[in-house]
């Protein structure tokens, strides 16, 4: 059962480009936004955001953050699945970029671009970010080993090749 669920957290995570972030807001308050991203291994998370963004403020106050990774394309009743992650999250320095870009941008879905280190430093708009997963988790539809009643529950997975 474990092999298969970390095969199906895979094919989520693989087939997906949008993760949707959760931060807290300054206030405490959850702030959730969608970004688009890419992994290595399944243990780093990465996406491109601006500086300036609140959940990039959030992150710098922060770096607690969880998401969750689905098809949104889905009809609603048709067991669709969700992967959860949660981890630690920061702006990648400057010094970092040229290795980080090296594996950030290499699982990418549709029409998204590999960023260079030299457009992600100094004057640009726009910054690397990664998230270093803790935790991952299944959410399965219909399915509680404990609980035949339950209608869902989250799993831990380890999709880590």
Known sequence: ??????????????????????????????????VYFSHDGYR?????SAPDAQHSRNIVRDPRVAGVIFDSSVPPGSGASAAY???MAR?????????????????????????????LRGEA???LYVMDV?????????????DEEAPETRVEAAPEL
């Open 125 to 127: 708009p726009l910054r």
């Open 85 to 87: 992650v949660t981890g």
């Open 134 to 146: 803790e935790l991952w988790e299944a959410h399965l539809p219909g399915v509680d080993p404990d």
């Open 1 to 34: 059962m474990a092999a298969d669920l970390d095969r199906h957290v895979r094919g989520i995570v693989d087939g997906v480009a949008y993760l949707v972030l959760a931060t807290t807001d300054p206030d405490g308050r959850p702030r959730t936004s969608p």
């Open 91 to 119: 702006q990648v320095p400057d010094f970092e970029l040229e290795k980080r870009c090296a594996v950030a941008f290499h699982r990418l879905v549709g029409t998204a671009r590999a960023f260079k280190p030299a457009e």
């Open 44 to 48: 780093d998370l990465y996406w491109v």
